[in-house]
């Protein structure tokens, strides 16, 4: 290997150490890595969004849909010591995603993530807001009829979001229902910076089409923006920008 190629392996390496930082504590706080590993964002997912982090240098980073925090961590930990994380959940109880793996857990999903925010010494530059970023959709008020809660108790509290803006990165991985990806865009929007990257989750896989599709309303009523896919995450950026160029040299 020469000396380019190794520097490289050892960016790709540190931007993968975040992530096994926050999925070893989690495992060490007896989740299951099956849960981890479907619900939350994977390794190679973790490095992209932190080799981006590395390159915008965003002061103000967006997060729409939490859960217990894997990706907030790696957020977190590779973001610039003087930036703010805002993350948006409506803290439901980690049933509403654990039961399928046979993890039953009753608490709120936010409880978990200011313990982890503790853990690392993160939570002075995080902003937690609990609630939902855009109204609930359908599927989430059912399964969480289901497990007897009350989706009138859960506040949409999107606009609190303003206070913070303009956001620089925002991490889209809420509802993956097509009306919900729609309205957090069209939301988020107003709150980004001219030069923003928004990064979606799950673009393949089982709920793709439905991201999909959310996105595809979007770009039909602002056109000005371009997207791009690789693998499961996708990039969303204003074409006239300089971050065009940059995406352009990476995919
Ligand atoms: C796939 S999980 C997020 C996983 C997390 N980003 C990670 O990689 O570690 C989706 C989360 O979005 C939350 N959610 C559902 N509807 C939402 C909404 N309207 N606004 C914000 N979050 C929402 C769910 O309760 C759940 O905690």
Redesign the pocket.
Known sequence: MNACNCFLQMERDKLVHYWQMVFEYFLEQGFPEGLLRF???NPYEASQISAFIERINPRTML??????????GVLVLASPPDSILVC???N?PVN??SERFHYFESRG?LWFVRNMLEHFEKRQKTVVLE???????AL?RDRLLARGGNPENVAVIGERARDFAPYDLV?V????SEE?VYA?LSLVYHYISEGALIIL??LSGDWGIHVFSGVSKFLQEHPEFSVRIHENLGFLYRRSHHISTLMKGLY
């Open positions: 619900v939350c964002i997060e729409i849909g939490t859960f217990i925090g894997l990706s907030t948006v959940d409506p439901l509403v995603l999903s609630g939902c970023f855009t109204p609930m959709s989430y991490l991985d809420g509802d993956h919900s957090d989750h799950d």
